[in-house]
């Protein structure tokens, strides 16, 4: 079984700051994936980045960067030089081998000019 | 190229009726999956084809959701005797293979099901 938790249902963040967005996971799985989609209002998800149990290194796309924790289980999304158009939901997932894919509640972030 | 394709976008039924959802994933990828999203929630698990089989389908809440992809590639989502409670999105994606192997889901924009 694979659980997320998302425990920020609300974020502010100033337009040029940073940000994280926290995600915990819980998984039996040996092996597995960690990922975040982004949700504007017009309700498309889109994928931000991916984060495999084994990799060694942080994965990083431009301004996100996933700040990966094996021994916590954690799995925080860093937003670089916050934008007005990064307000959206924002959505941590995981993944077991081939298995499906879980989500968590979802955090809302708005950024203000 | 294109992107996934949901039809209709939005569909309004009465309580009880049958209602079909289609999903065109994107060429060439072989794992498909359909969830449900309600207002304010993540997106749901429904289910997961890998090629015309359905990998797993334990997402699916009771007998009266059903899905199919016979050709391996277009999916339809069926719900029988439809119910308020069925009232959300309903989101397909594709990957080129399966998400464990670090492929990134492609969303469609969505079903809209109300049901009155």
């Known amino acids: 079984a694979q659980k997320i938790t998302q425990t920020q249902p609300g974020m502010f963040v100033q337009e040029k700051e940073a940000v994280t967005l926290d995600c915990t996971y819980d998984?039996?799985?040996?092996?597995?994936?960690l990922f975040w989609y982004k949700q504007p209002s017009s309700g498309e998800m889109i994928f931000l980045i991916y984060q495999g149990s084994y990799d060694q290194q942080n994965a990083t796309e431009g301004r996100y960067s996933l700040n990966f924790q094996k021994a916590r289980k954690s799995a925080n999304l860093v937003i670089s030089a916050s934008q007005l158009g990064d307000s959206a939901m924002y959505f941590c997932?995981?993944?077991?081998?081939?298995?499906?894919?879980?989500f968590g509640i979802g955090t809302k972030l708005q950024v203000i000019p | 190229g294109a992107g996934v394709s949901q039809t209709p976008s939005n569909k309004v039924t009465e309580k009880g009726k049958y209602v079909e959802l289609r999903c065109d994933p994107i060429?060439?990828?072989?794992?498909l999956y359909w969830y449900r999203q309600s207002l304010g929630q993540g997106p749901e698990f429904l289910i997961y084809?890998?090629?015309?089989?359905?990998?797993?389908d334990s997402g699916l809440p009771n007998d009266r959701f059903f899905a199919v992809r016979p050709e391996g590639s277009v999916s339809t989502l069926k719900i029988q005797r439809t119910e308020r409670g069925d009232s959300a999105v309903y989101l397909c994606?594709?990957?080129?293979?399966?998400?464990?192997?670090?492929?990134?889901?492609?969303f469609g924009n969505g079903t809209r099901l109300t049901v009155t």
């Open positions: 994606a594709s990957s080129l293979t399966s998400q464990g192997a670090g492929s990134p889901l492609h």
């Open positions: 997932a995981t993944s077991g081998g081939y298995q499906k894919v879980t």
């Open positions: 998984t039996s799985d040996p092996s597995y994936g």
């Open positions: 060429s060439g990828h072989t794992a």
């Open positions: 084809f890998q090629g015309t089989g359905a990998a797993d």
